[in-house]
């Protein structure tokens, strides 16, 4: 056990610099403003850094390292050539305040990227701002709520999240200054309808749910919801986190949706570096394009003089929209993010429908494999679906209730086993409707080996007694940590020698 | 795109195991009114390598700013980001993995981000730290919000805060789109003519929930006045104070006068401008506003043998557990760019910080130096200090100063106009450590060209 706080042999530091353009002594700083103590930072030279981050990456899972299937995350494999070209000076040493014409490549990517995922989800207006999904959850709702306080209709306190919704749903909507309404979902796993029409009425804002939903089940009463929503004159919001089941198939615009958000990181791929970065688009219907935050990205004919620096017959600029709610990040969104992904989508262009099919596939095949090897091993009465249905999308819940029930296994201990058998494990307690819930998402890019042989070892997990399972993981950096002791016993940053 | 899918050419076998023929039965469950016809109007295909031969000539059209002589920065600086760097943040084992919730397999991850906390605690002089926000400008925002959850109680102007009149507004709309679901009221802060605050308005913001200022302030100026606001506002009043991270290698950490929340875009370490993100939100705080801070937390802790181990702590505050409650929409964050800036501070150490700080500033105080003897070029703040850049009116627009410099080859600096619209002719010129003397004599030499073009015009 090693910490970056133990490395402070030599005075020096791990990188020499050029000299300073004038000496330190030329420095003057207003009185009171000149620190008395350097922070007490570790000195290592360049090789001990090395190693230690080294060492720590070795002690970190990622889908480089094995099978990451956590539902919910789309943990496909990230191409390498998107980090290669996301070093691309271009795009790494450029300014978001640079004037248009040294921006013409950056501009012409952005456009593409609008235009792709306004064709995808079936929307009017894409803005690239939004970082992360969550910003995209609330950028769009601020849309909605300036939307309808132009129209006067400042009655509209409400936002609907079914129960089964991420737990972003609902933060996003109350960080707007909404009230949320939660209904409940059917048996299983889907929307109610008599629940919607319950709530809905005049006071109703938005309402926000995923489809195919976090069951991954596809809610096929979906134009139905659309339309007691729309009845009431509220507004549909569909978040775009389970988008890589439906690309090429069907759209949030033909399902009735007003806007949506897309985690590019999870279906384009902008690898999630440990929590981050991501990035979180949102498309919007017309009557909505006016609110979205600026700038935004359109284009017309180049003239002559633009020529020289266009990177073809058009002039990609800058607007603004009439009525934008201002900005939600302060420069243009995440745009090294965006460029991984514009790599990503180019591998398919318009076959981005068989990654889906593809994605669709693999997670209802794992889903037979486990029921067959969990019979074959005579353990299928400990798991069951978490939701009744014919077919999954991209992911699908088991429930370990009959385990736990039977023999005290929770799911926890079952994510705990897989851990050891050299799995990322599924998410777990995640929606929180289905009890001892587990949700896998095996993407598109698993070998059916893969699957097969984690269904194999996924049904072995469920043979190991309890006792065993409890005491899981032994093979992993450190074995079951205790989440209770560490918000009991904060301890958020080294404890130097006098604290 | 067989390239990402194994199991092209599978199909049959695996719908077979499954009892079915065709893809299309997966997707019975979609009703054929929302069925998408014909295909996705987009181009075919393309290969690795013709993706990446079409990124080259696309970003290659970009000016990248190490191809130019330049001195824009206005909250985003050029640094040089050491190489071992790069490489350590692209191992996959870091690159490819998800927020860490099973922490015995991500004890790389959170151990990296409990010594990020650490580094960045250690940096701004509090005793906490969460392991980033988006941006510089969404942590002073969610400051703003949580200075209001922890202090409007007891706050004489309650659901106020005030920030500083010279807010850049793209970063003050942040914080409007942030503070406006809570109906929080952001009052103004004055600043005097030589650029520093103007303590009367600072004794208006007694009895509010927050204040709001950046040290250096948006226009480079270091404000020695800001380390008496915590006396005058008391400790009913947090004061929230965003930093230019390499800057504190030589000013006083906030927390050392008093601040309760440092925010900041911490770019300058450890990561290129990028075109304005992926960067990351730093925000940290004193032990008062633990509890009702946003974003993730590690904390030490023990494994089953007793064995130490770090895992996400303070959950409670977050949207997967509090749902509209949360104190935060944050879900994703920006973990691997505060890995670098991680890895980044671990190369530098205290002194590698200051020398880094010193080259900035004596890179500044250069500019300063010589464009004071440029005729024609006024500074206005000039008897104040500056860290990386400073305001120069010029005898004409900015706008054609920038566009004239351009066509020389430099990228000139920031036109003020586009912050504060009556300020037409004044410019904001910036120098890090990626500044050489000979770039400064450049833009001397094509300044007092530009200004010579007037007076012949005149
Ligand atoms: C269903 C769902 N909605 C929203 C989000 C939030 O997205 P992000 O983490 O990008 O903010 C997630 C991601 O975890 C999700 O799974």
């Known amino acids: ?499 | 795109m067989v390239d990402q899918l194994p199991n092209l050419g599978r199909e049959a076998e695996m719908l077979a195991a499954m009892g079915m023929t065709s893809i299309e039965e997966l997707f019975a469950d979609i009703p054929s009114e929302v069925r998408m016809k014909g295909d996705l109007p987009l181009p075919p295909p393309q290969s690795e390598e013709e993706i990446l031969s079409d990124a080259r000539r696309l970003l290659g059209a970009n000016v990248a700013l190490g191809e130019r002589v330049s001195f824009l920065g206005a909250g985003l600086y050029r640094n040089y980001v050491p190489a071992s760097v790069f490489q350590l943040v692209t191992r996959g084992e870091f690159l490819t993995s998800y927020t860490p919730y099973q922490p015995e397999v991500s004890q790389g991850m959170l151990q990296a981000m409990w010594e990020f906390q650490t580094l960045i605690s250690e940096l701004v002089g509090l005793p906490i730290a969460n392991l980033s926000l988006y941006d510089g400008s969404t942590a002073a925002a969610e400051a703003l919000t949580c200075s209001v959850r922890v202090h409007t109680r007891k706050a004489t102007q309650k659901d106020t805060v005030y920030v500083s009149e010279l807010t850049p507004p793209d970063r003050l709309s942040v914080m409007q789109n942030y503070c406006q679901g809570a109906e929080i009221k952001i009052k103004f802060l004055r600043h005097n003519d030589d650029g520093t605050l103007d303590m009367d308005s600072v004794s208006e913001a007694i009895g509010s929930c927050g204040v709001y200022v950046e040290q250096p302030n948006p226009l480079g100026l270091l404000d020695g006045g800001v380390t008496q606001l915590k006396e005058i506002l008391g400790e009913h009043t947090a004061l929230i104070v965003a930093v230019q991270p390499v800057s504190l290698g030589l000013v006083e950490a906030p927390g050392h006068y008093g601040a309760d929340i440092v925010v900041g875009e911490g770019q300058p370490l450890g990561s290129p401008i990028t075109g304005g993100g992926p960067i990351y939100g730093i925000f940290a705080c004193s032990k008062p506003y633990l509890r009702l801070m946003p974003g993730r937390i590690v904390g030490r802790s023990i494994d089953v043998d007793g064995n130490t181990a770090y895992c996400l702590t303070l959950s409670t505050r977050e949207q997967h557990i509090r749902r509209h409650r949360a104190t935060s929409n944050i879900c994703t964050n920006e973990t691997l760019i505060a890995l670098m800036g991680a890895m980044h501070m671990a190369l530098l150490g205290p002194e590698g910080l200051y020398d880094l700080a010193v080259r900035n500033m004596t890179a500044c105080i250069m500019g300063k130096q010589k464009l004071q003897a440029v005729d024609g070029v006024h500074i206005p703040h000039s008897s104040g200090d500056h860290f990386n850049e400073f305001a120069i009116e010029l005898p004409g627009t900015a706008k054609d100063c920038l566009e004239y410099l351009d066509s020389v080859g430099i990228v000139g600096g920031f036109d003020l106009s586009l912050w504060y619209p009556e300020r037409t002719n004044w410019m904001l010129v910036t120098f890090t450590d990626q500044t050489q003397a000979k770039h400064i004599d450049l833009l001397i030499e094509h300044l007092s060209g530009w200004v010579s073009t007037l007076e012949v015009a005149a």
């Open chain 1, 1 to 499: 056990m090693s910490h970056l706080f133990e490395h402070n042999g030599a005075k020096g530091q791990g990188y020499s610099q050029p000299a300073p353009v004038l000496p330190a002594s030329e420095i003057t700083l207003p009185s009171g403003l000149s620190r008395k103590a350097l922070p007490r930072w570790p000195r290592l030279s360049e090789p001990e850094m090395v190693r230690h981050y080294t060492w720590l990456s070795k002690r970190n899972f990622g889908i480089d390292t094995g099978f990451y299937p956590l539902g919910s995350c789309t943990m496909k494999h990230n191409p390498r050539v998107n980090e290669v070209i996301a070093q691309i000076p271009g795009i790494a040493d450029i300014h978001p305040h640079q004037p248009e014409h040294h921006l013409q490549g950056l501009l012409s990517i952005f456009h593409e990227m609008q235009y792709m995922l306004e064709v995808c989800a079936g929307m009017d207006q894409v803005t690239l701002q939004p970082v992360a999904g969550a910003q995209g959850e609330f950028t769009a709702v601020r849309c909605i709520q300036e939307y309808f306080r132009l129209r006067g209709e400042d009655q509209r306190t409400k936002v609907i999240v079914p129960d089964s919704a991420h737990g972003t749903n609902p933060a996003s909507a109350a960080m707007c200054g909404f009230e949320i309404v939660e209904i409940p979902s059917r048996t299983d796993g889907r929307i109610d309808l008599d629940a919607l029409r319950a709530v809905a009425d005049d006071t109703i804002a938005v309402m926000m749910i995923t489809n195919p939903n976090t069951l991954g089940l596809f809610e096929e009463d979906i134009l139905e919801a659309s339309s007691i929503v729309h009845g009431v004159g509220g507004q549909m919001y569909y978040d775009g986190a389970n988008f890589n089941a439906i690309l090429g198939i069907t759209s949030p615009g033909l399902m009735g949706f007003d806007a949506v958000h897309f985690n590019l990181h999870k279906t384009f791929s902008q690898p999630h570096g440990g929590g981050g970065p991501g990035s979180g688009p949102i498309g919007v219907k017309q009557h909505l394009a006016q609110f979205l935050p600026g700038p935004l990205v359109g284009k017309r004919t180049a003239n002559e003089d633009e020529l020289h620096a266009a990177v073809d017959e058009n002039w990609y600029h800058w607007y603004q929209p009439t009525h934008s709610i201002g900005k939600v990040q302060q420069w243009h969104g995440n745009a090294g993010a965006i460029i991984r992904c514009w790599a990503y989508y180019r591998r398919y262009g318009r076959g981005l429908r068989t990654m889906s099919e593809h994605a669709v596939l693999n997670a209802n095949y794992l889903r037979h494999a486990i029921h067959k090897a969990t019979k074959e091993a005579g353990v299928d009465s400990l798991v069951v679906d978490g939701a009744e249905a014919k077919v999954a999308k991209h992911e699908f819940t088991l429930s370990l209730a009959p385990a736990k029930e039977a023999h005290g296994i929770s799911a926890m201990d079952v994510a705990k086993g897989l851990l050891d058998m050299g799995y990322m494990a599924p998410t777990v307690y995640f929606p929180l409707v289905v009890p001892e819930c587990m949700m896998v998402e095996p993407t598109e890019t698993e070998s059916k080996d893969t699957l097969d042989t984690f269904a194999t070892d996924f049904a072995e997990v469920l043979q190991v007694d309890a006792e065993t399972l409890h005491a899981a993981p032994v093979t992993t950096p450190v074995r079951r940590v205790d989440e209770v002791y560490a918000a009991r016993n904060l301890c958020l940053r080294h404890p130097y020698d006098d604290e």
